[in-house]
C-alpha cells in the first residue's frame, strides 16, 4: 500500500468519525504532516503523521481523549495487521491549540513543539489539509539555525532525566545538527546523500546517522546495540555543542 493509498483510506476515517463524533464544536483543522507529504514515507516503517488544530477553549484532557479515540477509530477501520502502521503501530498525532501556533520568532523559541521551532520549515512545506480550515495557508517559519542549539538541549536535558524516548529522539538531533551543517530538508534519501556527500561532516555524526537510517527504514539492528550507540552519541553531543 502505498502513501497516496493510505492517506485516502484515513481521509475516509476521518469522514466516518466526523459522522460519528460531534467533532465540528472543538476541532478546526487536521492535517498529513512529515513523511507521508514528503515523499519519503516507507509504509510498515514509517510513522504516519498528523496535526489536529483545535479550538482554543478546548482542555488538554479533551485534546488527549479525542486524539486517542481518534487513533483507535482508525486502526480499528483500517484493520491494521502490522504492515501498514509504523513504529508506534498506530498514529502519531500532534495536538494543539490554535493559539498554541507560533507567530513570532519569540514564539518560535519558546514553542515546546519541535515541528514548530527547528523543523517548522519541513511543517511550512508539507502539510496536507485532511478536513476542516486550512489554518496552516498563512504559515511561515523563521531560519531554523535560531533554534537548533536550544531544541538540541532540550532532548539532552530529557536523556539526563532518564526519558527512555530521548533514546529514540536521537534521529532528531541528528538531523537538527544537519541543519548546522547546511542541510535544509527531513526528507531521508536526501540525509543520506547530504551525510555521504559533505566532508565536512564529523566521522562520529555520520557513521550514527547511518545507523539510524538504518534502524528506522531499512535493516533489521539490535536495539540493544543501538541504546548503547545513542548513549555513546549523546556524549560526543555534550562536547560537540
Avoid at 44 to 60: A, V
Wanted: proline share 2%; hydrophobic share 40%; with cysteine.
Amino acid at each position: 500500500m502505498n502513501s497516496l493509498e493510505l492517506k485516502n483510506l484515513i481521509r475516509i476515517c476521518f469522514d466516518n468519525f466526523q459522522t460519528k463524533e460531534e467533532i465540528n464544536s472543538f476541532l478546526l483543522s487536521a492535517y498529513f504532516i512529515k513523511s507521508i507529504v514528503r515523499g519519503d514515507f516507507v509504509p510498515g516503517k514509517s510513522d504516519i503523521d498528523i496535526l489536529f488544530i483545535f479550538k482554543n477553549e478546548i482542555s488538554y484532557k479533551k485534546q488527549a481523549e479525542f486524539t486517542e479515540k481518534f487513533s483507535l477509530f482508525v486502526k480499528d477501520s483500517l484493520n491494521d495487521n502490522d504492515k501498514i502502521f509504523g513504529h508506534y503501530k498506530g498514529l502519531d498525532i500532534l495536538y494543539i491549540c490554535e493559539n498554541e501556533i507560533p507567530k513570532t520568532e519569540i514564539d518560535f523559541l519558546n514553542s515546546p513543539f519541535s515541528i514548530f521551532t527547528a523543523f517548522g520549515f519541513d511543517l511550512e512545506e508539507n502539510h496536507e489539509l485532511i478536513g476542516g480550515d486550512d489554518i496552516l495557508c498563512s504559515f511561515s517559519a523563521p531560519d531554523p539555525l535560531l533554534f537548533t542549539d536550544i531544541q538540541i538541549k532540550r532532548i539532552l536535558e530529557k536523556n539526563l532525566k532518564g526519558d527512555s524516548d530521548a533514546i529514540l529522539d536521537s534521529g532528531q538531533i541528528v538531523r537538527l545538527l544537519l541543519i548546522k551543517y547546511g542541510l535544509r530538508s527531513l526528507h531521508k534519501q536526501k540525509i543520506r546523500e547530504f551525510i555521504e556527500s559533505n566532508t565536512d561532516i564529523e566521522l562520529w555524526l555520520k557513521e550514527f546517522a547511518i545507523n539510524h537510517l538504518l534502524y528506522c527504514y531499512g535493516e533489521e539492528t539490535n536495539i540493544i546495540n543501538f541504546e548503547n550507540n545513542c548513549k555513546e552519541f549523546f556524549v560526543k553531543i555534550h562536547n560537540y555543542i
